[in-house]
């Protein structure tokens, strides 16, 4: 469930990073962002951080759960922060990756 929580966070991320216009023109070549794509990644953002927060805490609890998913926030916000820097096209085909290979993990028997 940490890795499904940290593939949720990750897209999340870059979901509300792809509705601001400054890494909209730096992934995709164009100034500014049509509003129904803004608000489409803005709210695909959020939901995908509450299905991250979900996962952890329904495994752990919201007493730890919560600490962990503050964590794994961190954790993926930092590597997505270098790659808009650096890389940004990168980042989009790394948003999408780790989303599937997350639910695949649902359907393996622990």
Not at 1 to 27: D, G, N
Not at 81 to 101: C, D
């Amino acid at each position: 469930m940490i890795a499904l929580c940290t593939a949720l966070a990750y897209t999340a991320f870059a979901a509300l990073c792809l509705a601001m216009p400054r890494h909209h023109e730096q992934v995709f070549g164009r100034h500014s962002v049509p509003a129904r794509r803004r608000y489409a990644l803005t709210g695909l953002g959020w939901m995908l951080l509450a299905a991250s927060a979900l996962s952890v805490i329904h495994t752990q609890g919201w007493g730890l759960g919560l600490i962990l998913w503050t964590g794994i926030l961190t954790a993926t916000a930092l590597p997505l922060s270098l790659l808009l820097t650096y890389a940004p096209r990168l980042a989009l085909v790394l948003a999408a990756a780790p989303l599937p290979v997350g639910l695949m993990l649902l359907l393996v028997p622990r």
